[in-house]
């Protein structure tokens, strides 16, 4: 009777939502009428969370949303008004209601339930066959040599579905190679979005088109800057490539991201305002920043960012987000907005990766596994030692600056692999956890001293969740580090 109880609400709930999007989509002009609506949405997630919503918090969203002059509330609109109403509404039905609210609440509920970390979302490899080779990217030299069965992707997502987790990213590889399959794992579990990292090569009008019908999908397109910094390390002509699938994805109303790889030799021509403003004008709406990372036999260690270069990327990303610049797309810095989410997301604390032969990765940077979607069920992968540790040992740094065990906190990764007897899953040659880290080790200690010192010149305000052990939670010598820095 509780699970039919609770089906009952479920289905209230979406369709309560659902009703509020059709008068949010009908009244598009109406500044009065979308005010109306984003407070009717608060007053929703606030009855959803009940005791657990902040009236502290809700109040302020609610100043937000009642100010249509506030940037983001500009930018909502924006986005709303440029997106195909069936596409906006599924979207916010199954990333809104069922990943941020419904799947938010089920996931703290099972952590506690099974002791171990419940990501938010899970990233996977349909396929790592990818038709380019960009230079320092492990994947383009892997070729054929695994992909996840459909019954592979579709037991993913089904229980993972189990756990809370509602949002489903992609990459590889080239995951459009396998858009057949990623049709049919999105039709089937129509309450799910999917996210793809994409390379743009293969998007057309009849994938848009499909895409826009189905309502669940999105793409992160990979783009470097100007034209000669993209293609020099990404191959000539697929800037243009990009430039194309932008304009086809917005044409079909379709809500998009990018996924920018940051390096010593493209820095500033990622981050310039005339790069901004292209991605503005494009019609993309969010984007990704992931700082190089050292993985591979094949990779180039020479192409990491300087220290200098990193601290003006934590400055410029911020300033692109604060109330003085108008710019209409927002950026997320992986590596440097620790802060933001706790440090170190990996390990399944809110995301954990699963290559194309089923190894189950704490990240997608780390190939270092000891459990495989072919043997164990999701919440068994998240129970094996090597996951358990990540579980019991984040926060790995304090400071939110240096979040990673392995960029940041070498020494850590080869602890943590020694001691579960992890197995190196590097398709194209092996790699050792050692011969990773130490191309880690310089770096790590020359951004140290720099990191300290920004983190110590801020103020910060610890998050009201942080999804930490009580272990770590209680830790006298970590309470008197939060009480010196969160003033």
């Given at each position: 009777m509780a699970g039919t109880a609770q089906n009952l609400q479920h289905a209230a709930e979406r369709q309560a939502l659902s009703l509020l999007a059709d008068g949010l989509l009908k009244h598009l002009n109406k500044t009065e009428d979308k005010t109306q609506t984003y407070l009717k949405i608060v007053d929703l997630v606030a009855k959803f969370y009940g005791d657990?919503?902040?009236?502290?918090?809700?109040?302020k969203?609610?100043?937000?949303?009642?100010?249509?002059e506030n940037r983001w509330v500009k930018y909502i609109n924006r986005v709303i008004e440029e997106t195909d109403p069936h596409y906006a509404k599924t979207m916010l039905l199954n990333l809104g209601y069922e990943s941020m609210l419904r799947g938010t609440k089920t996931i703290r509920e099972t952590r506690k339930k099974y002791d171990c970390n419940i990501p938010w979302l899970i990233l996977f490899d349909p396929t790592m066959a990818c038709n380019m080779h960009c230079i320092g990217c492990w994947s383009g030299t892997y070729g054929?040599?695994?992909?996840?069965?459909?019954?592979?992707?579709?037991?993913?997502?089904?229980?993972?579905?189990?756990?809370?987790?509602?949002?489903?990213?992609?990459?590889?590889?080239?995951?459009?190679?396998?858009?057949k399959d990623i049709y049919r794992l999105a039709e089937k579990h129509n309450d799910c979005?999917?996210?793809?990292?994409?390379?743009?090569?293969?998007?057309n009008d009849e994938m848009c088109e499909k895409v826009r019908e189905l309502g669940n999908i999105t793409f992160m397109l990979s783009i470097e800057g100007t034209p000669e910094t993209n293609d020099a390390r990404r191959g000539d002509g697929h800037y243009a490539a990009v430039m194309n699938a932008m304009d086809l994805l917005k044409k079909h109303g379709i809500i998009f991201g990018t996924s920018i790889c940051y390096t010593r030799d493209n820095i500033e021509a990622v981050t310039s305002d005339a790069f901004f403003h292209l991605l503005e004008e494009k019609g993309a709406r969010f984007g990704f920043y992931f700082h190089l990372m050292p993985v591979g036999n094949n990779a180039a260690p020479e192409l990491m960012p300087t220290v200098e270069q990193r601290r003006n990327m934590i400055e410029r990303i911020r300033y692109v987000r604060s109330p003085e610049i108008g710019i209409e797309f927002f950026p997320m810095d992986f590596q440097n907005d620790g802060e933001y989410v706790g440090g170190c997301i990996a390990g399944g604390r809110n995301y954990f990766h699963i290559n194309s032969n089923g190894d189950a990765e704490p990240c997608v940077f780390i190939h270092f596994s000891n459990t495989n979607i072919h043997d164990n069920s999701i919440l068994e992968m998240l129970q094996s030692p090597l996951f358990k540790m990540y579980h019991e040992g984040q926060p790995f740094n304090r400071n939110h600056l240096r979040p990673c065990p392995m960029l940041e906190n070498p020494d850590l990764l080869r602890k943590i692999v020694k001691e579960t007897g992890a197995h190196q899953t590097n398709q194209e040659s092996p790699e050792e956890v050692d011969h990773l880290c130490s191309k880690c080790d310089a770096y790590a200690a020359e951004w140290a001293p720099v990191a300290d010192e920004i983190w110590a010149s801020q103020t910060h305000k610890k998050p009201a969740y942080e999804n930490y052990t009580k272990e770590h939670r209680e830790n006298p010598d970590l309470a008197a580090f939060d009480q010196a820095v969160n003033q």
């Open positions: 657990g919503a902040k009236a502290e918090t809700l109040q969203v609610r100043e937000y949303v009642s100010n249509p054929h040599k695994s992909n996840l069965s459909y019954e592979d992707m579709d037991k993913i997502v089904s229980e993972g579905k189990e756990l809370g987790t509602h949002l489903y990213l992609m990459t590889g590889g080239e995951p459009t190679v396998r858009m979005f999917f996210g793809l990292f994409s390379n743009s090569t293969l998007i």
